[in-house]
């Protein structure tokens, strides 16, 4: 690389570090406000809090790394462009094609850490956050087993443990259960454990007896039992067998789903396809905005009341290829055949920048001032 290719590519990954420390300081402060409530109301430690903010670091910075490299490219050339440095380059010869260069690499290193993002990070976090919530989910469940003492973990249910011996069982359980309309259901038990299971903790009560009264006629049934199992877990939670976000499958999974993947998400082929390819897609995207935000800035000459205008249509040009991008989305989610469509805003994008450049490097027409000027009296 020359050293302008240096210098320009040393600025532009400058300013892009900045932007995204200002953005992602911005967009992490707001959900960490949200998540320190939510886990200081349920108990937990300023370290769960700590763990649970790191964790959600990579998807923040795979969401506003494509705006701050736009910005990082837009400020670069603007000012270049106010500093007459552009100009400088364009009169040694160096056409639009030339100097996009080191934002065409720049565009590359970006796409290169939202792949890494992408396609290892995000997953790996997100896989570490469900599993954290589940070890806390368990946790919480297991605090409202005290002894001595009537607790009410749900609307309409009552729990009572005489005692809690050394090794962890529950003694004389008295589970009041009058969640439903139509019957009440009392258990009562000489002892029972909490275990642990796929779809949260059970209580598991022995040598006990189910009273159930219907509502209709004050029926009262009695059941006796060896062992019976409570699914306290999914009560308490208020989720059953929970779903796995798509967020924490491998993108190999994504492409190729088994049965298993698609019944552990509840989601169809066509949204796993749509999620898969756009962990290539987005990285591409966050490239061509950078490309588009230095492309759109060529076809300004210098002013000096700036190129506010030019800025303004690189904006709108990067809307334009975010709604594409959303529409193009929406189609493959729909549609298993129409994945391709995932690719959309980049071809179009791609598109746009290149015929910004061409329009760059079309020599400027003069003025029909000052053709006149010019003209023999």
């Not at 599993?131 to 729990?159: K, V, W, Y």
């Not at 949260?200 to 009695?222: D, I, K």
Request: charged share 15%.
């Amino acid at each position: 690389m020359s050293r302008f290719d240096r210098y320009l590519l040393s600025q532009l990954l400058t300013l892009f570090g900045f932007f995204s420390l200002v953005l992602v300081s911005v967009y992490w402060i707001n959900q960490a406000v949200q998540l320190f409530e939510q886990l200081i109301a349920d108990g937990q430690s300023a370290w769960v809090f700590l763990e649970f903010s790191a964790l959600t670091l990579p998807n923040v910075i795979r969401m506003v790394a494509p705006v701050s490299a736009f910005a990082a490219a837009v400020y670069v050339t603007n000012r270049l462009s106010s500093e007459s440095e552009l100009v400088v380059m364009q009169a040694t010869g160096l056409s639009p094609w030339r100097l996009a260069r080191p934002a065409i690499a720049f565009g590359l290193i970006v796409a290169a850490l939202l792949s890494v993002l992408s396609h290892v990070l995000v997953p790996a976090s997100r896989a570490g956050i469900s599993e954290r919530r589940a070890q806390i989910a368990e946790n919480a469940t297991a605090q409202l087993l005290l002894e001595g003492s009537f607790q009410h973990p749900a609307a309409g249910l009552t729990l009572y443990i005489r005692e809690i011996s050394a090794r962890g069982e529950l003694l004389d359980i008295y589970l009041f259960d009058a969640r439903s309309a139509t019957q009440s259901i009392t258990y009562t038990a000489e002892r029972a454990l909490l275990v642990r299971s796929e779809t949260g903790p059970r209580l598991v009560m022995f040598e006990g007896m189910a009273q159930t009264l219907e509502a209709t006629g004050n029926r009262l049934f009695v059941t006796r039992f060896d062992d019976f199992t409570y699914d306290i877990g999914a009560l308490i939670s208020g989720s059953g067998s929970r779903r796995r976000d798509l967020r924490e499958f491998s993108t190999r999974a994504l492409l190729w789903p088994t049965p298993g993947h698609l019944e552990a998400s509840g989601e169809p082929l066509a949204v796993f396809l749509a999620e898969g390819h756009s962990r290539f897609a987005q990285p591409l995207t966050a490239a061509v905005f950078a490309v588009i935000g230095f492309a759109a800035l060529l076809t300004g000459s210098f002013s000096r009341f700036g190129m506010w205008r030019q800025i303004a249509v690189a904006m709108l040009l990067m809307i334009g290829v975010q709604m594409l991008a959303n529409l193009g989305a929406g189609a493959a989610r729909s549609d298993a055949a129409l994945w391709p469509l995932v690719y959309l805003p980049v071809v179009a994008g791609s598109a746009v920048a290149a015929g910004l450049l061409w329009l760059a490097a079309r020599p400027r027409r003069i003025g029909g001032r000052q053709a006149a000027a010019e003209s023999p009296a």
